[in-house]
């Protein structure tokens, strides 16, 4: 990938998160832009977003993908170039994977049997 294309890649991203964050709800969710991957000729780009909390990743989805248009054109507004690439939606599980991974951990610590002190002194503090 060349540096113009990685570039327009965190531009975009930037942008895009920007008019997610800005102009759309969903209630007791977090949508993230992970990454942007623009194709060589700058016409369509994957946008691919991280959703954790109460909303299914699917509705999330659906909701940008059917207005991609809107954010398409708020995105032009702010970034210039020749075309601006047409945007499709897709999940990253990674940023809920994470969750899941930290939760689990948690869950083993609390059921863990604590370690006797090393040393007996220790106890009568």
Known sequence: ?????????????REIGTTIQRDFEFPG??????????????????VWV????????SQVLEKLNSRHGLIQSAVAKRV???????LS???????QRGVDL???LDDIDKN???????????EQA
């Open 1 to 13: 990938m060349s540096r113009r294309t990685d570039k327009v890649n965190e531009l975009l991203r």
């Open 29 to 46: 969710t977090i949508v993230t832009v992970i990454e942007v991957e623009v194709t060589d000729d700058l016409k369509e780009a994957r």
């Open 102 to 104: 930290v939760n689990l």
């Open 112 to 122: 863990l049997p604590k370690a006797p002190p090393a040393d007996p002194e220790e």
């Open 80 to 86: 210039v170039l020749r075309n601006t690439p047409r």
């Open 50 to 57: 991280g959703v954790v909390g109460r909303m299914a990743p």
């Open 89 to 95: 939606f897709r999940l990253d599980d990674s940023a």
